[in-house]
């Protein structure tokens, strides 16, 4: 697995750090470190090939040494945050990388280039970098852009003997399996709890043949009567963590998704909320810049945006 962390320096990106041990991730983990300064280099001072070169302005020699100043606190950090992750994960091969950029650009762009599974932020930075991680903008728009899913960490008051509790926001299209398999996928503490949230209101999208997936139906839900019937459809995907040791089960809630999936997860005490990047509603309930983009920003807890990579 392949991790990518983007860090600042600030209290949030250090969460973010320690928020990865509850995050049920294998010990098999190629994670690198990312601090990005968000300054502008300059051309370089003199061209070697001058035999007599110009004076250099007074401003552009400023600018590089404001420019190196940030790059060498930026390595420092990261220096500093992968130290951490080895104390922390003594198995994973962490490395660390200081750059001059856009602080989104670099993070989506090396996730690309290093095919990252998983990008992780911290909700909300303020460093002497300039405070650039705030969700909004660098971590919305890599919520937005990034190919791969994305962790945005948040702090917990919650004490580490207390045994997990993740909710996970579903709606019977495979971008939310996929969620599920991710988790299934992981290794996680005993007694941690599971609920996975299908949010209705008068109707639900059902695909009645698995292997016919365009193939869609739409029943009744307006009637708390009728949810025996939608939790049916969802309590295959209970079994399936069931059997990886997990404590799940199936919730059904009436409401809007963005507001009740956040809700549920404070009223509950979750550690985590997962969701899939997109759904198969209309303009798809659970599509990035609805639900996903709503609960990343609102919840109290972390919140993990699964997305299925194209190997």
Known sequence: MKILIGYDGSENSDFALSDLQRA?????VEAL???VADVIIPPPLTNPEDIFP???PYGVRLAHEHAERKLKVAELLAQRASDQLRKNFPIWNVQYLATADSPAWALIQKGAEIKADLIVLGAVGHSVLGGRLILGSVSQRVLYEAESSVRIARPSNKQEQTPLRLLVGIDNSNHSNVVVETISSRTWPAGTEVRLVAVVDTVIPVTPDPHEPTEIKWIEVGDPEHWDEVREIFQPLADKLQRRGLDAAVMIVRGNPKEAIVEEAQSW?????FVGSKGIRGVERLLLGSVASAVSARAHCSVEV?????K
Do not use: F, K
């Open 33 to 35: 470190v990312l601090t």
């Open 54 to 56: 110009p004076e250099t």
């Open 269 to 273: 005490g979750a550690d985590c909320i």
């Open 24 to 28: 049920g991730l294998p010990d098999s």
């Open 306 to 310: 699964v997305r299925q990579r194209v």
